[in-house]
């Protein structure tokens, strides 16, 4: 079953690394100062900006307010969430085994490549990828004939420090820099299209495979816990492991481990940065709740 597309509270737009460092340096300022609570005056000075044009570029990003976002990054908030998300994923069979997800507005459907081009680092495999802005920041985005392969978060546009990301994963792979056909990928991936389907192909172990799938049947906007996903996918006692495998997530957003935290409703680690968590965690909160227009 399909589910619920997401509000189209932001309409597309071209983002620059610019944007997302106003941003994250925001959201970073007002957590660390959240028992001060700041005015919208402060936070606009700290980022160097009008009050007037930091609410209009931190609305536009993240569709609420700089106030209702903070609201959906509580411990409470999570906590609720959770017991929300642990309902829904209750419903669904096969969790984490065989049955293709829907992602955000859009099918995203997860293979994992050949035992054999697994074992060979992709022997034979050629390897397209580019450098692109996205909400969250530069991610190095890479695919193959058979769907994306890697979604990496990067902190500068550094193509040789790119390459030795994609080598070290696929050390026999040809790569090409195929900017232009990447670029149409990244597109697809955060301004979604429900008509044009994405396909994630992937290199991991069986029980990898089992969590990364695990993980497309959480919501967007919602949360679980490395214990409940162990659950999910009938390994009780392997919430370690299912943690470790989280953690060697090679498709960053599209496989939402971001969507994994702490019993306790902290945020925790994150690949590619908790700062970097925290933002998509807020920023899907205000895609897919209806909230009264504020001022």
Not at 92 to 99: I, M, P, R
Not at 109 to 118: C, D, H, R, T, Y
Not at 212 to 222: F, N, V
Request: glycine share 8%; charged share 20%; hydrophobic share 40%.
């Amino acid at each position: 079953m399909a589910a619920k597309p997401m509000n189209p509270v932001v309409e597309p737009a071209t983002y620059d690394n610019e944007t997302y460092r106003q941003i994250a340096e925001a959201i970073a300022f007002l957590r660390q100062h959240h028992l001060d609570q700041p005015d919208l005056a402060a936070v606009a000075r700290h980022v160097h900006l009008s009050e007037y044009h930091f609410q209009r570029l931190f609305t536009r990003w993240a569709g609420i307010s700089p106030k209702r976002f903070l609201q959906n990054l509580t411990v409470d908030y999570a906590k609720a969430k959770i017991a929300e998300t642990k309902s829904l994923m209750d419903l669904t069979g096969d969790v984490g085994l065989s049955s293709p997800s829907r992602l955000h507005d859009l099918f995203v459907s997860l293979e994992a490549v050949s035992p054999g081009e697994f074992k060979s680092g992709g022997a034979g495999l050629k390897i397209c990828y580019g450098i692109h802005a996205t909400p969250f920041g530069l991610c190095l985005l890479a695919k193959t004939a058979r769907g994306i392969c890697n979604l990496h978060f990067l902190e500068t546009p550094d193509q040789a420090m790119a390459e030795h990301l994609l080598q070290a994963e696929w050390p026999r792979a040809t790569l090409v820099d195929d900017q232009p056909g990447t670029a149409e990928e990244c597109h697809r991936i955060f301004t979604p299209d429900p008509d044009r389907p994405l396909a994630l192909a992937v290199k991991g172990t069986n029980f990898q495979i089992q969590v990364w799938r695990a993980l497309l049947q959480i919501p967007p906007g919602g949360l679980t816990t490395y214990q409940g996903l162990a659950e999910a996918i009938g390994r009780p006692t392997a919430a370690r492991a299912v943690g470790n495998a989280i953690g060697q997530n090679p498709v960053g957003y599209l496989i939402p481990c971001h969507r994994v935290i702490r019993a306790s409703g902290e945020w925790g680690g994150y690949r590619w940065g908790p700062a970097r968590k925290t933002l998509l965690l807020g920023w899907e909160a205000g895609q897919t709740q209806a909230f009264p227009q504020e001022a």
